[in-house]
């Protein structure tokens, strides 16, 4: 007698039943067993996670593994573009002794934020106030088709700065801090001058479009002036730390006294300009995607001035050529 093929209500019965199966017992003891199975690649064509001592392991791209013979990394040709990055050179400059004096203070891991005590000596910090005079222009908000001056979400100005040396060991130093990561590009500075009523209404730094060609994965925001009340950087979904030594950097409930209403219910932390003192941040996930606690606003100088100065680092996913393509 010829086996008759089962029907396909009991095929149907059989594979709802072993879906179970599969994910509770198969694919945890697969992954136990060959554990290289279980890490899949992220769509920037790398492996996801991050590792606080490598930085970003994207096999293709953000991470410190100069190992990969096979592969030839090709600057994509906007990042070429000087307007826009601080290419790396060959123009001598010379640093002062301030470089590798400052402290560090790690404020959250996750996103990595860190404050920086002394990220400038304080005669740096006077000649890039003095070399951007007579530079300002109003500050212009970007929506990603058009730009416009707006007021009323952003009221500032602010200065392209020149490359010279000090500008340079400035870019040296951030890159750095960073650990020289493959792929990652500092922008071109601006120095950012806020009067009395100056503000900047909260906002990203990164745009989320990593996969579409780039983004900003990490701020600097550096204090090159702080002669004013009012003016501090405000994260709304950042959590007050309990250690009071912070108030060093952060305006607590004692710093409050005097202010108007608005000002006292701010939630979230609020970091003090503090002249030299700078405010480092990850704006991106191991997958590209942004941080949502790194939304963040620069709250209105009450009186005197203010000037920072924003130092972003552009990532972009090289394009990887095989070593039996070069030709």
């Known amino acids: 007698m010829a086996p008759t093929l089962p029907k396909a209500t009991t095929v149907l019965s059989w594979f709802f039943y072993l879906i179970p199966v599969y994910l509770?017992?198969?694919?945890?003891?697969?992954?136990?067993?060959?554990p290289e199975w279980g890490n899949p690649r992220?769509?920037?064509?790398?492996?996801?996670?991050?590792?606080?001592?490598?930085?970003?392991?994207?096999?293709?791209?953000?991470?410190?593994?100069?190992?990969n013979d096979e592969a030839v990394y090709e600057t994509p040709l906007h990042l070429t573009d000087d307007r826009f990055?601080?290419?790396?050179?060959?123009?001598?400059?010379?640093?002062?002794e301030q470089e590798g004096r400052y402290k560090v203070h790690i404020f959250s891991r996750v996103p990595l934020?860190?404050?920086?005590?002394?990220?400038?000596?304080?005669?740096?910090?006077?000649?890039?106030?003095?070399?951007?005079?007579?530079?300002?222009a109003p500050s212009i908000i970007y929506d990603?088709?058009?730009e416009r001056v707006d007021p009323s979400v952003r009221r500032s100005d602010r200065a392209l700065l020149d490359r010279d040396d000090a500008v340079r060991c400035l870019e040296e130093r951030a890159r750095s801090f960073q650990g020289w990561r493959r792929g990652l590009y500092?922008?071109?500075?601006?120095?950012?001058?806020?009067?009395?009523?100056?503000?900047?209404?909260?906002?990203?730094?990164?745009t989320g479009n990593l996969h579409a060609g780039g983004d900003r994965v990490s701020t600097f925001m550096v204090y090159l002036q702080a002669d004013c009340t009012g003016g501090g950087t405000n994260f709304p979904r950042m959590k007050m730390p309990r250690e009071k030594k912070w108030c060093r950097f952060l305006e607590c409930d004692e710093d409050k006294k005097g202010q108007d209403q608005a000002t006292k219910q701010l939630e979230g932390v609020t970091?003090?300009?503090?002249?030299?003192?700078?405010?480092?941040?990850?704006?991106?996930?191991?997958?590209?995607?942004?941080?949502?606690?790194?939304?963040?606003?620069?709250?209105?100088?009450?009186?005197?001035?203010?000037?920072?100065?924003n130092i972003w680092s552009w990532y972009q996913p090289?394009?990887?050529?095989?070593?039996?393509d070069r030709g």
């Open 186 to 206: 500092i922008e071109r500075m601006w120095a950012q001058r806020y009067n009395v009523s100056g503000h900047y209404q909260n906002h990203y730094d990164w």
């Open 85 to 96: 990055i601080s290419p790396e050179d060959d123009v001598p400059f010379t640093c002062p």
């Open 42 to 67: 992220n769509e920037l064509g790398g492996k996801g996670g991050y590792d606080y001592n490598h930085g970003y392991n994207y096999e293709d791209g953000f991470d410190n593994d100069d190992d």
């Open 271 to 309: 970091f003090k300009p503090i002249k030299g003192n700078a405010i480092f941040w990850e704006n991106l996930r191991a997958d590209g995607t942004g941080y949502p606690e790194t939304w963040h606003a620069a709250l209105p100088v009450t009186s005197g001035s203010k000037v920072g100065l």
């Open 318 to 324: 090289p394009r990887k050529t095989k070593g039996k």
């Open 113 to 136: 934020v860190i404050y920086i005590e002394g990220f400038l000596g304080e005669e740096e910090a006077d000649h890039l106030v003095r070399v951007s005079e007579g530079k300002y």
């Open 144 to 146: 990603g088709i058009s």
């Open 24 to 34: 509770f017992l198969l694919a945890p003891l697969s992954q136990f067993l060959f």
